[in-house]
């Protein structure tokens, strides 16, 4: 996210999310299969750059033939393009082994593309004509939310307090290492909902990377990440707040 950092440098932090005490397993709702169907998830924007403009934010999977898929985030602000993310790749394994595997992932801020891509186990920059070794398993910023969702969803991440994923994630300025914990149970307030429980998950670097996403995913929504908060730079932040879903 680090592009979209240098563009957006006067975005300022939201509100930290309020404490909540731990959710009863009697509220926790059946789940389903992760990444197996078509959908849209609507998001509403919150940060102080945007002031007086309506943001809008939504993330699309698309299943496709021969276990491909597509799927994308688009932020745009009063119907113009600020952030739009495209990624390409194959779905393999099932159950609690079930994964993504990118084979391409484009970027656009503000007009100004960027890309990386998985050829034979290898990370491609081209805009930059660089190659590296690309670690088995590699997500991207687009990818991950979909993956975390498929390992809550089938037990791969425990719902605890103490649980974590390892993840590699290749984005057009390298290959990063991050740690994504699990915090605990939330009441969050989204508008249109009410009060949802959400599990907080949070991302360490175990390596290089500044940018992060502290993610809140809802059981009661087949573990749809509520709210997406992206630390880009610093202070730089910006947060997504469910709105709805869609087709």
Not at 86 to 93: E, S
């Amino acid at each position: 996210m680090a592009a979209l950092g240098a563009a957006t440098s006067a975005w300022s932090a939201p509100h930290a999310a309020a404490p909540a005490p731990p959710v009863p397993a009697s509220q926790l709702a059946p789940v389903r299969p992760a990444f197996a169907q078509a959908g849209t998830w609507h998001y509403r924007v919150s940060t102080a750059y945007f002031a007086g403009s309506i943001a809008r934010a939504q993330m699309q999977f698309q299943p496709r033939p021969a276990q491909a898929y597509s799927a994308s985030l688009a932020v745009s602000v009063a119907g113009q393009n600020l952030l739009q993310m495209q990624t390409l790749g194959t779905r393999a394994g099932a159950g609690q082994a079930a994964y993504l595997l990118p084979s391409s992932f484009t970027e656009r801020v503000m007009g100004t593309r960027k890309e990386v891509r998985q050829e034979k186990g290898q990370a491609f920059f081209p805009e930059r004509n660089l190659r590296f070794a690309l670690p088995a398993q590699a997500t991207d910023s687009v990818s991950i939310h979909y993956q975390l969702q498929q390992w809550l969803a089938s037990g791969a991440l425990p719902a605890k307090a103490g649980a974590y994923r390892d993840v590699w994630l290749m984005r057009p300025e390298g290959i990063f290492h991050w740690r994504y914990a699990v915090q605990g149970m939330q009441i969050l307030d989204i508008e249109g909902l009410g009060k949802v429980p959400a599990l907080h998950l949070v991302p360490q670097p175990l390596g290089k990377g500044t940018a992060k996403s502290e993610l809140w995913f809802a059981p009661s929504l087949g573990w749809a990440p509520v709210r997406i908060r992206m630390q880009l730079l610093d202070k730089t932040w910006v947060e997504m707040n469910w709105l709805e879903t869609g087709k």
